[in-house]
């Protein structure tokens, strides 16, 4: 495969749960002693950045904080575009941080914006609710990602997905994709490498929003059989990946 930059998804392929896969820390080495340009392009939304950094860190990645591209970086780019402010978050302790350190602050009521990402334990009757009126009351809906769901340490967790459908089903309104596979998130993460679509491979595990959603935006897909993979998504995906592994140690086969 004959390509100048990878983007690499990170949970499924590099971790699941607590735990770095199989050699993955010593594919990301191969792949950057190669040469490649590299970037990390999550949908996970619980984590700040810098957390993200530290956990990677932490399980033997040599991966830098400017590496990596979260819908949460990308939204917070977004907002200050527009010059509206007021956010309402509906996401993590973590993420609110990460907001507050660009200047945009969470508030209860008369908000621009309802920011959705997976809030954990923050989703409940009174949070959904509060999220419901203020788009009801006229507030932008943005979703950080709407992915279905994530293979965690003890078994599968609804991600953000249904909770943003719950406010759309209730309003009638649809949210604003920020992350995977939206064009935008994958057009910002080439800009940042300085290459085309052509030059650039996307490797995930997930047959829609990864490689998917990259191959949409012209780029190839390489879909690897770790993390949320199955058989029955992938039957169905339209793009197909343009190549399959059986996980990210396998990569110098390819590249
Ligand atoms: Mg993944």
């Given at each position: 495969m004959?390509?100048k930059?990878?983007l690499?998804d990170?949970?499924?392929v590099?971790?699941?749960g607590?735990n770095p896969?199989?050699g993955a820390?010593g594919?990301?080495?191969?792949l950057k002693?190669r040469g490649?340009?590299?970037?990390?392009l999550?949908?996970?939304?619980?984590?700040s950045?810098?957390?993200i950094?530290?956990?990677?860190l932490?399980f033997?990645?040599?991966i830098?904080?400017?590496?990596?591209i979260t819908?949460?970086v990308?939204?917070i780019n977004y907002?200050?575009?527009t010059?509206?402010?007021?956010c309402h978050?509906?996401?993590?302790?973590?993420i609110?941080?990460?907001?507050?350190a660009a200047?945009?602050?969470h508030?209860?009521?008369?908000?621009d914006?309802v920011?959705?990402?997976d809030?954990g334990d923050?989703f409940?009757?009174?949070?959904?609710?509060?999220?419901?009126?203020l788009v009801?009351?006229?507030a932008?809906?943005?979703?950080l990602e709407?992915?279905?769901?994530w293979?965690?340490s003890?078994g599968w967790?609804?991600?953000a997905?249904?909770?943003v459908r719950?406010?759309?089903?209730?309003t009638?309104?649809?949210a604003a994709?920020?992350?995977?596979?939206?064009?935008g998130f994958?057009?910002?993460?080439?800009?940042?490498?300085g290459?085309?679509p052509?030059?650039?491979?996307?490797?995930?595990?997930?047959v829609v929003?990864?490689?998917?959603?990259a191959?949409k935006?012209g780029?190839?897909g390489?879909?690897?059989k770790?993390?949320?993979?199955?058989?029955?998504?992938?039957?169905?995906?339209?793009?197909?990946?343009t190549?399959?592994?059986r996980s990210i140690?396998?990569i110098?086969?390819?590249?």
């Open positions: 004959n390509v930059g990878i690499l990170l949970d499924g590099l971790y699941t607590d896969l199989p820390p594919a990301v080495r191969y002693g490649y340009i590299t970037r990390f999550s949908n996970t939304t619980r984590y950045r810098a957390t950094e530290s956990r990677l932490a033997g990645f040599d830098g904080e400017d590496e990596i819908p949460a990308a939204a907002i200050l575009e010059g509206l402010k007021r978050l509906l996401t993590t302790r973590d609110h941080s990460e907001f507050e200047g945009l602050f508030q209860n009521t008369e908000a914006w920011v959705v990402g809030a923050n409940n009757y009174d949070t959904m609710n509060q999220a419901f009126r009801q009351g006229g932008g809906l943005i979703a709407k992915d279905r769901y293979m965690g003890d967790m609804l991600s997905g249904p909770f719950g406010i759309e089903y209730a009638g309104k649809t994709l920020i992350g995977k596979p939206s064009p994958f057009g910002m993460a080439l800009r940042d490498m290459l085309i052509a030059d650039a491979v996307m490797i995930g595990d997930d929003s990864d490689t998917g959603g191959m935006a780029m190839q390489i879909l690897v770790t993390g949320k993979f199955n058989l029955e998504a992938l039957v169905g995906a339209d793009p197909g990946p190549m399959i592994i140690a396998e110098d086969t390819i590249l």
